[in-house]
């Protein structure tokens, strides 16, 4: 299975594509979808938009897992935070790729064993588990690859069904 995993956000979008198929995974290809500073909000939705489906082509996942949102304090950058996740989430249900969305302590417990698991320890993870020569950069990146290794273990077991309830 091609599996899409991505990191939502307004400024940097994380994106992933691996394989998995019996517990093994490949990496496919990563990076990020960048949106410049000082643009309209509808211009970086447009840019996202237009780079997702870009991917989407080029590697043809058969499914996609993306992180469910996390607020903390900052109420704006969450609004925009979540528009840029609808317009990921557009982008995948209008190339007719199933979604799957999970919690970061999901994710983190998926990769790591531990859902309070720091940053560090999901990319040193991420990195062991696709047998990369070097940490994924940026961080959004080694997040949509640990998204895409959640929903990779998840998939073929009962952890689909209670992820997804």
């Known amino acids: 299975m091609i599996i899409l995993g991505i990191d939502p956000g307004l400024a940097i979008v994380g994106w992933g594509v691996i394989e998995a198929h019996r517990g093994q995974f490949r990496p496919i290809a990563c990076g990020d979808i960048n949106t410049p500073a000082h643009t309209s909000v509808e211009s970086r939705l447009e840019i996202i938009y237009s780079e997702l489906n870009r991917i989407i082509g080029k590697y043809k996942p058969e499914e996609v897992a993306i992180e469910e949102l996390f607020f903390t304090n900052n109420i704006t950058t969450g609004i925009t935070v979540a528009e840029a996740r609808g317009v990921i989430l557009l982008a995948c249900k209008q190339n007719g790729l199933p979604i799957h969305e999970y919690t970061p302590p999901q994710v983190k417990q998926a990769v790591v064993g531990y859902g309070k698991a720091e940053k560090?320890?999901?990319?040193?993870?991420?990195?062991?588990?696709?047998r990369l020569e070097s940490p994924p950069k940026p961080d959004d990146t080694a997040?949509?690859?640990?998204?895409?290794?959640?929903?990779?273990?998840?998939?073929?077991?009962?952890?689909?069904?209670?992820?997804n309830q």
């Not at 560090?120 to 696709?130: F, G, N, P, R």
């Not at 949509?144 to 998939?155: D, E, M, N, R």
């Open 143 to 163: 997040d949509a690859l640990a998204i895409a290794l959640c929903h990779g273990q998840a998939a073929g077991s009962a952890l689909r069904d209670y992820f």
């Open 120 to 130: 560090k320890q999901v990319i040193a993870m991420v990195t062991s588990l696709l």
